[in-house]
């Protein structure tokens, strides 16, 4: 029976991002990500990874899909530019596909079956996944949640370039 309820959660995963994708009303697209982003989480609780599944409804199911409603609405979604979408171009489909089969085969070709690293089943299993996750991020990469931080940052401040600027342009 759970193994049902995992294969209901993972096969809706699947279905829900294509209706994200698909989705032409912008908020409509939030709305079906919001829904993946819990899924999502239910994944994660299944493998037995909870830190993940509040990180995973706390910042993006929280703080990511408030700050994209955020943008959408600061710019005025129902004002966007009707532009030809870059997917229904045919070279871009093809430079897409592409993309995604080069990234799918250096993933699935960078797999090992055993693991000898220093965070072991074993480990996680001893110390808590909670408590490896944030030694592992705080002791080894450090840099790139520092990095993380400023791409994070980059955005925000351009939305409020961007709403600060269409604010002056109205009036």
Same mark, same amino acid.
């Given at each position: &029976?759970?193994?049902?309820?995992?294969? +209901?959660?993972?096969?809706?995963?699947? =279905?829900?991002?294509?209706?994200?994708?698909? @989705?032409?009303?912008?908020?409509?697209?939030?709305?079906?990500?919001?829904?993946?982003? %819990?899924?999502?989480?239910?994944? +994660?609780?299944?493998?037995?990874?909870?830190?993940?599944?509040?990180?995973?409804?706390?910042? +993006?199911?929280?703080?990511?899909?408030?700050?994209?409603?955020?943008?959408?609405?600061?710019? =005025?979604?129902?004002?966007?530019?009707?532009?030809? @979408?870059? #997917?229904?171009?045919?070279?871009?489909? !093809? !430079?897409? =596909? !592409?993309?995604?089969?080069? #990234? %799918?085969?250096?993933?699935?070709?960078?797999?090992?079956?055993?693991?000898?690293?220093? $965070?072991? /089943?074993? $480990?996680?299993?001893?110390?808590?996944?909670?408590?490896?996750?944030?030694? &592992? %991020?705080?002791?080894? $990469?450090?840099?790139?949640?520092? /990095?993380?931080?400023?791409?994070?940052?980059?955005? &925000?401040?351009?939305?409020?370039?961007?709403?600060? @600027?269409?604010?002056?342009?109205?009036?």
């Amino acid at each position: &029976m759970i193994y049902f309820i995992f294969a +209901y959660f993972c096969l809706a995963t699947l =279905g829900i991002s294509i209706m994200s994708l698909t @989705r032409k009303n912008p908020v409509h697209a939030v709305l079906w990500l919001l829904l993946l982003f %819990l899924h999502v989480a239910v994944i +994660y609780l299944f493998l037995n990874a909870e830190f993940l599944a509040m990180v995973q409804v706390i910042v +993006y199911a929280g703080a990511i899909l408030v700050m994209f409603l955020f943008t959408l609405f600061l710019l =005025g979604a129902r004002q966007l530019p009707k532009h030809k @979408r870059y #997917t229904s171009i045919l070279e871009g489909r !093809l !430079l897409i =596909g !592409l993309s995604i089969t080069a #990234t %799918l085969l250096a993933v699935f070709s960078s797999i090992k079956a055993e693991y000898s690293g220093k $965070y072991t /089943i074993k $480990y996680v299993h001893d110390v808590g996944n909670t408590k490896a996750i944030g030694a &592992m %991020l705080f002791n080894e $990469y450090s840099l790139a949640v520092l /990095i993380l931080g400023v791409i994070l940052l980059i955005p &925000m401040i351009a939305v409020s370039v961007l709403a600060w @600027r269409r604010k002056d342009d109205t009036s």
